[in-house]
């Protein structure tokens, strides 16, 4: 991704900022207001390699949450209050300030958590295939019901994931509408070369919000719920497309969204996209951002 460039902003090689008791590794490019991108599972900043080039403005920022993509893998438990706290870390070392956050999956979840918590630092929010509450099993897609079952169970799960790093060889590529180049699914294959470097894959999937477990995760969702629900003063997009392979964001969700999140905008274009959108149309995902970006000013 270093020094890539597609009619927009050129893309830096990697940084790498002292976190706590480890290290995290982030991709940047341009100059302005901080715009943060935030990736979920099991991917890494690899995801926004062709999101950040096509956009217009801003401090582009995207980091690797800790024990993911290039940053370092410190022996925690890896659940969303590790990753929070690391996160919040990363922020505090870079000074960032009143920023627009964009997240996908797990990243989603992150940039709500992190504005709830800390509203004074938040211009923005634009999201994208992410948990936006906690779910029923039937209100999960079912196409995903079998395999989440799989993997909150004891000694299944971690055969999936840590022993056949399933998350990544065979989830992955299932939820993109588009083929994943083998080039880029060994990017995101790299940071797990064994079975302990894939706890946080697991971690991140058993949190999943299902039937009220795990109970610290829909506690801190039904909190970001509320601050979603109060916060007119902050915008917010979600964009969304035609439904592709492995699509989590159902129509009922994303009508709950509409009722229950205050200035909110969803943009919707036909385009096919799975689950990864921004691996499936990352030009109209830069192009919406960047119009919402500058719609608000949020740039300036």
Not at 27 to 42: A, D, K, Q, W, Y
Not at 152 to 177: C, H, R, Y
Not at 215 to 242: G, N
Request: proline share 7%; aromatic share 8%; net charge negative.
């Amino acid at each position: 991704m270093g020094g890539a460039q597609r009619g927009g902003l050129p893309v830096t090689a990697s940084r790498v900022t002292h976190v706590l008791d480890s290290t995290m590794t982030h991709r940047e490019s341009g100059t302005g207001v901080p715009i943060v991108f935030l990736h979920g599972n099991p991917t890494s900043s690899h995801l926004w390699r062709n999101v950040l080039p096509a956009m217009t403005s801003g401090r582009l920022l995207a980091p690797d949450l800790i024990g993911m993509g290039e940053s370092g893998k410190p022996d925690i438990d890896y659940d969303f209050a590790d990753q929070a706290r690391y996160l919040d870390a990363w922020f505090d070392a870079l000074g960032l300030r009143d920023v627009v956050l964009v997240g996908h999956d797990w990243g989603g979840a992150l940039v709500f958590d992190l504005a709830a918590r800390h509203p004074h630092r938040v211009r923005g929010i634009a999201f994208t295939e992410t948990i936006v509450k906690p779910m029923t099993w039937e209100e999960f897609p079912e196409g995903g019901r079998e395999l989440f079952r799989a993997i909150k169970t004891d000694g299944v799960g971690e055969a999936m994931i840590l022993d056949q790093n399933a998350f990544v060889e065979q989830a992955l590529p299932a939820s993109s509408a588009t083929p994943l180049a083998p080039a880029d699914l060994a990017v995101y294959r790299k940071p797990y070369p064994t079975r302990e470097s894939r706890r946080p894959l697991l971690r991140w999937a058993r949190s999943m919000p299902l039937d009220g477990e795990p109970a610290d995760v829909v506690a801190r969702i039904e909190e970001y719920d509320q601050w979603l629900r109060s916060s007119p003063d902050v915008p917010k997009l979600l964009l969304t497309f035609t439904p592709g392979a492995g699509t989590m964001m159902t129509a009922d969700i994303v009508a709950w969204c509409a009722a229950n999140i205050a200035a909110l905008e969803i943009e919707h274009t036909d385009a096919v996209a799975g689950h990864h959108t921004p691996e499936d149309q990352p030009e109209l995902m830069a192009a919406a951002i960047s119009a919402w970006v500058e719609r608000h000013g949020l740039h300036r």
